[in-house]
C-alpha cells in the first residue's frame, strides 16, 4: 500500500512556474506508475500526466505538453510535475495517484491534493 502527500501548490500569476511534488510511504515505490489528475470547480476530474515505472515513460494532457514535465526520484520516493507558462484554465485541485502497474492505468491510491491557482 503507498500513502501520497502532495505540495508545491500556491497562487501564481499567468506566466509564472510552480513545482508540484509528491511525496509517497510504503514499498516498492519504484513499482508504481505515477499520474497527476486535476480537478477544477464544476468540471470533472482530468488526467494531466503520468510517468511509468518500468520504462520511465511519461504522458501528457495535450493541453500542457510542451509546458508540464513530469519525473520521478525514486530513491527519495517522490515525483514532480513542473509547471511553466501557466495559464488560468490550469487552475484546479491537483491530486497525485499511483497504480502498482508497469503503465498507467486506473489508479488505486490517491493523494489529498494541493491547490493551484493561476491569476493576475
Known amino acids: 500500500q503507498l500513502q501520497l502527500v502532495e505540495s508545491g501548490g500556491a497562487l501564481v500569476q499567468p506566466g509564472e512556474s510552480l513545482r508540484l511534488s509528491c511525496a509517497a510511504s510504503g514499498s516498492d515505490f519504484d513499482l508504481y506508475s505515477i499520474g497527476w489528475v486535476r480537478q477544477a470547480p464544476g468540471k470533472e476530474r482530468e488526467r494531466v500526466s503520468c510517468?511509468?515505472?518500468?520504462?520511465?515513460?511519461?504522458y501528457y494532457k495535450d493541453s500542457v505538453k510542451g509546458r508540464f514535465a513530469v519525473s520521478r526520484n525514486n530513491a527519495k520516493k517522490t515525483v514532480y510535475l513542473q509547471m511553466n507558462s501557466l495559464k488560468p484554465e490550469d487552475t484546479a485541485v491537483y491530486y497525485c495517484a499511483a497504480v502498482f502497474s508497469d503503465y498507467c492505468r486506473e489508479y488505486d491510491y490517491w493523494g489529498q491534493g494541493t491547490q493551484v491557482t493561476v491569476s493576475s
Open positions: 510517468i511509468e515505472s518500468l520504462h520511465g515513460r511519461t
